[in-house]
């Protein structure tokens, strides 16, 4: 005998429900896609622009003490000798700290596309900002475990701050336009990539392959940016002791994966991390005051540093403030504990920063930021309908429902039109050719033959390494190069009025250097020295290069 018929089974089983039709199936399986549909879309827009922006208006070279022009000479160094590069600044041996993997991959492309270095430094912070991208679907997509999260995250990410610090680490939309390429911004990409592994490391079945990824993935933040890797560690160690139904030996085994990476980064050829700490002639060292033993001592010019003003800061900060009430449910519900462990680790140095001399202390507030923009997405998923973690589900009638939807959208609508407004303005703003550093740039380098080395104050020749010339004096700290102070002496002696023919003779020669660039403000005495010592050569924006004769 045949199979009862359905008709025959509904009749005798009762009727069972048919469910919506087809058409409202598909229509909410759909629905279901739209949050990833629209982050894709936001986040090609956002790597489409801030690409435009590096190649075309090049708006951080501007801004002649940019970190810009440190990191485009590394990239031009990397580019010369992928293998073995020299000083990218100085007519030296001495390493630098900022021969990180990333740049190293960069560099080697632009050299098989023929590339300049300029170009170099926009592919670096178009490579930045999609890893970045990445990182954050990949985080909050498998941390929270809600497809509307990665969208969330990358909308307050990017759009959390109000007016941030023009500032390396913060890695504001309009910012990008500037610090893309910046070592700190990939590594803010590296550390979400990385937190997204040590989640399925510690959530998923125990695999050496992931466990290896993590160890290269931490190793690497830590030779792309030691400073902001410092929360990529501490953030990992964190989330491994507190994250919730893990093993003991599941939690032991990730925080020595990630402490390994302290040692795992002396196999990198080009420089060493420990010696940059411990050998470094010097480390930038900003602090609230003077430290209070100064004070004690009677020294009452203490001047506050911008970072411990409260109104700046809290500009900065923006719409994350509202993450501190998320970290405060955090710590009453005994949920993402390592969210609150991992901001309070980063404000411990700031805070210690305001009562002794720590290097860099005052730069560890922006990363207590990138916790409270995690507290953030979780305030907004909370207030979302339909988000459930097993202890919070939004309850209540239609019109609370709503009205919590149209709370979260309008937080989000107001970081997007904050952000994309000023980023749009900064994008299309009139800007001052005579600022724009890459025509004097290029200039110098057709002039100087290969091997010269231009002197001239720091401010004006920071930008010339990027074409390709060395220099005697850097205007930002390299702590491998281990006569940078002298350096910057003997400079500042060369250009002082009173210093005699002879003085100024004997830096020349020990420097071997080629040219000295000059402008307005240099005093009558050293171009009337260089009138009778070199030919004289007019650049753009007023200033004058002497080559000078052997």
Same mark, same amino acid.
């Given at each position: 005998?045949?199979?009862?018929?359905?008709?025959?089974?509904?009749?005798?089983?009762?009727?069972?429900?048919?469910?919506?039709?087809?058409?409202?199936?598909?229509?909410?399986?759909?629905?279901?896609?739209?949050?990833?549909?629209?982050?894709?879309?936001?986040?090609?827009?956002?790597?489409?622009?801030?690409?435009? @922006?590096?190649?075309?208006?090049?708006?951080?070279?501007?801004?002649?003490?940019?970190?810009?022009?440190?990191?485009?000479?590394?990239?031009?160094?990397?580019?010369?000798?992928?293998?073995?590069?020299?000083?990218?600044?100085?007519?030296?041996?001495?390493?630098?700290?900022?021969?990180?993997?990333?740049?190293?991959?960069?560099?080697?492309?632009?050299?098989?596309?023929?590339?300049?270095?300029?170009?170099?430094?926009?592919?670096?912070?178009?490579?930045?900002?999609?890893?970045?991208?990445?990182?954050?679907?990949?985080?909050?997509?498998?941390?929270?475990?809600?497809?509307?999260?990665?969208?969330?995250?990358?909308?307050?990410?990017?759009? @959390?701050?109000?007016?941030?610090?023009?500032?390396?680490?913060?890695?504001?939309?309009?910012?990008?336009?500037?610090?893309?390429?910046?070592?700190?911004?990939?590594?803010?990409?590296?550390?979400?990539?990385?937190?997204?592994?040590?989640?399925?490391?510690?959530?998923?079945?125990?695999?050496?392959?992931?466990?290896?990824?993590?160890?290269?993935?931490?190793?690497?933040?830590?030779?792309?940016?030691?400073?902001?890797?410092?929360?990529?560690?501490?953030?990992?160690?964190?989330?491994?002791?507190?994250?919730?139904?893990?093993?003991?030996?599941?939690?032991?085994?990730?925080?020595?994966?990630?402490?390994?990476?302290?040692?795992?980064?002396?196999?990198?050829?080009?420089?060493?991390?420990?010696?940059?700490?411990?050998?470094?002639?010097?480390?930038?060292?900003?602090?609230?005051?003077?430290?209070?033993?100064?004070?004690?001592?009677?020294?009452?010019?203490?001047?506050?540093?911008?970072?411990?003003?409260?109104?700046?800061?809290?500009?900065?900060?923006?719409?994350?403030?509202?993450?501190?009430?998320?970290?405060?449910?955090?710590?009453?519900?005994?949920?993402?504990?390592?969210?609150?462990?991992?901001?309070?680790?980063?404000?411990?140095?700031?805070?210690?920063?305001?009562?002794?001399?720590?290097?860099?202390?005052?730069?560890?507030?922006?990363?207590?930021?990138?916790?409270?923009?995690?507290?953030?997405?979780?305030?907004?998923?909370?207030?979302?309908?339909?988000?459930?973690?097993?202890?919070?589900?939004?309850?209540?009638?239609?019109?609370?429902?709503?009205?919590?939807?149209?709370?979260?959208?309008?937080?989000?609508?107001?970081?997007?039109?904050?952000?994309?407004?000023?980023?749009?303005?900064?994008?299309?703003?009139?800007?001052?050719?005579?600022?724009?550093?890459?025509?004097?740039?290029?200039?110098?380098?057709?002039?100087?033959?290969?091997?010269?080395?231009?002197?001239?104050?720091?401010?004006?020749?920071?930008?010339?390494?990027?074409?390709?010339?060395?220099?005697?004096?850097?205007?930002?700290?390299?702590?491998?190069?281990?006569?940078?102070?002298?350096?910057?002496?003997?400079?500042?002696?060369?250009?002082? @009025?009173?210093?005699?023919?002879?003085?100024?003779?004997?830096?020349?020669?020990?420097?071997?250097?080629?040219?000295?660039?000059?402008?307005?403000?240099?005093?009558?005495?050293?171009? @009337?020295?260089?009138?009778?010592?070199?030919?004289?050569?007019?650049?753009?924006?007023?200033?004058?290069?002497?080559?000078?004769?052997?």
């Amino acid at each position: 005998m045949g199979e009862p018929s359905q008709a025959a089974v509904g009749g005798a089983a009762g009727t069972v429900p048919a469910g919506p039709p087809a058409p409202w199936r598909r229509l909410s399986a759909a629905l279901r896609w739209w949050p990833t549909v629209l982050f894709v879309l936001l986040g090609l827009g956002v790597v489409l622009w801030v690409g435009r @922006s590096l190649f075309v208006t090049q708006l951080a070279t501007y801004n002649p003490r940019s970190d810009f022009w440190e990191h485009s000479g590394v990239l031009r160094a990397l580019m010369d000798n992928p293998l073995h590069p020299r000083n990218p600044h100085l007519d030296s041996d001495d390493a630098s700290s900022r021969y990180m993997p990333l740049f190293v991959g960069v560099a080697i492309v632009a050299r098989m596309l023929q590339l300049d270095a300029f170009q170099a430094m926009a592919l670096a912070g178009t490579i930045n900002v999609s890893l970045l991208v990445v990182g954050v679907y990949a985080f909050f997509l498998t941390y929270f475990r809600d497809p509307r999260a990665p969208l969330y995250g990358l909308i307050v990410v990017l759009g @959390s701050w109000y007016r941030g610090f023009k500032f390396s680490n913060v890695y504001q939309l309009v910012m990008l336009f500037e610090i893309a390429g910046y070592p700190s911004t990939a590594c803010i990409a590296f550390s979400f990539i990385t937190f997204a592994i040590a989640v399925r490391v510690l959530r998923g079945k125990a695999s050496p392959w992931w466990m290896t990824l993590l160890t290269l993935s931490t190793t690497n933040a830590v030779l792309t940016h030691p400073l902001t890797a410092t929360m990529t560690v501490t953030g990992v160690i964190c989330m491994a002791w507190f994250e919730a139904e893990v093993s003991w030996r599941r939690r032991w085994l990730v925080i020595g994966l990630a402490a390994a990476s302290s040692g795992l980064v002396e196999l990198w050829p080009y420089f060493s991390i420990w010696r940059t700490f411990l050998g470094g002639e010097d480390l930038d060292t900003s602090w609230i005051v003077d430290g209070l033993e100064d004070i004690a001592a009677g020294d009452l010019q203490a001047k506050q540093h911008l970072f411990y003003s409260l109104f700046p800061l809290l500009r900065t900060i923006g719409f994350a403030v509202i993450g501190i009430h998320a970290l405060s449910c955090f710590l009453y519900a005994g949920r993402h504990r390592f969210v609150v462990a991992g901001a309070a680790v980063m404000l411990l140095p700031f805070v210690a920063n305001s009562f002794m001399k720590l290097p860099l202390g005052h730069r560890f507030i922006l990363l207590v930021i990138p916790y409270l923009q995690i507290a953030t997405v979780w305030l907004l998923l909370r207030a979302t309908p339909g988000y459930s973690e097993g202890w919070w589900v939004l309850r209540g009638g239609l019109w609370r429902k709503v009205l919590s939807s149209l709370c979260v959208a309008g937080m989000l609508g107001a970081m997007v039109y904050v952000n994309v407004s000023l980023a749009w303005r900064a994008d299309h703003r009139k800007r001052d050719e005579r600022r724009n550093r890459v025509a004097l740039c290029r200039a110098v380098a057709t002039a100087v033959r290969p091997g010269g080395v231009v002197l001239g104050d720091p401010s004006t020749t920071w930008p010339l390494p990027t074409c390709g010339v060395k220099v005697v004096a850097l205007l930002h700290q390299n702590p491998l190069a281990q006569d940078q102070r002298e350096r910057g002496r003997r400079v500042r002696e060369f250009l002082r @009025s009173g210093t005699s023919s002879r003085r100024r003779r004997a830096i020349l020669a020990q420097y071997r250097v080629s040219h000295v660039i000059t402008h307005a403000k240099t005093p009558a005495s050293v171009r @009337s020295f260089l009138g009778d010592r070199g030919a004289k050569r007019r650049l753009p924006s007023g200033y004058t290069l002497y080559t000078l004769k052997r």
